[in-house]
Nanobody
Framework: QVQLVESGGGLVQAGDSLRLSCAGSGRTFSSYGMGWFRQAPGKEREFVAHIGSSGASTYYADSMKGRFTISRDNAKNTVYLQMTSLKPEDTAVYYC?????????????????WGQGTQVTVSS
């Protein structure tokens, strides 16, 4: 089992950057592919990015490519999401999740462990 805790959210202005962290517990953290999702008020949860267990492979939602970067440090049991050129439409609660099943990486049901989320608010 993996417990995940996100941090790093906050209130920023449009065009700013922000780095989110997701700290995982458990000896098996490095064996999981990890994803970031987000959910804006009144909207469904949306896939942001995925990183493979070793960190060698990454995958992004089209709308995030070029602005967001996912990375991980398995020695620290931590996954990061570097966000740049933030826009008001990036405002959401951001969640990290550990993938427990194979399949299409953007499908949330593949992920079995979720953090509590961290709020990101981008003002115009």
């Amino acid at each position: 089992q993996v417990q995940l805790v996100e941090s790093g959210g906050g209130l920023v202005q449009a065009g700013d950057s922000l780095r989110l962290s997701c700290a995982g517990s458990g000896r098996t953290f490095s064996s999981y592919g990890m994803g970031w999702f987000r959910q804006a008020p009144g909207k469904e949860r949306e896939f942001v990015a995925h990183i493979g267990s070793s960190g060698a492979s990454t995958y992004y939602a089209d709308s995030m490519k070029g602005r967001f970067t996912i990375s991980r440090d398995n020695a620290k049991n931590t996954v990061y999401l570097q966000m740049t050129s933030l826009k008001p439409e990036d405002t959401a609660v951001y969640y990290c999740a550990a993938r427990i099943r194979s399949g299409l990486l953007y499908v949330s049901s593949l992920y079995g462990y979720w953090g509590q989320g961290t709020q990101v608010t981008v003002s115009s």
